[in-house]
């Protein structure tokens, strides 16, 4: 598992797959395999590209202290 952050959000990488495997004999990327890879295979909410390789990725979201839980956690 690796790490990438991008734009100040960071996401969790969970599959690398080469621009060019998804790229047909014209050089036009297939978005209908990128949205499959995303919605159905990899079930991630994010896909980023760089130069070689589409990252489907997930999200890390803002961590978030919730008090509540703390406070029952240590009254009890």
Not at 15 to 34: F, H, S
Not at 53 to 70: G, H, K, N, P, R
């Amino acid at each position: 598992m690796s790490f990438y952050k991008h734009n100040d959000r960071y996401y969790i990488i969970h599959r690398q797959i080469r621009v060019a495997d998804l790229t047909d004999k014209d050089g036009r990327v297939n978005l209908d395999l990128v949205k499959e890879g995303r919605d159905s295979i990899f079930k991630v909410d994010h896909v980023l590209r760089n130069e070689t390789y589409f990252l489907f990725a997930e999200t890390i979201q803002d961590a978030e202290i919730i008090e509540e839980m703390v406070e029952e956690t240590h009254s009890e």
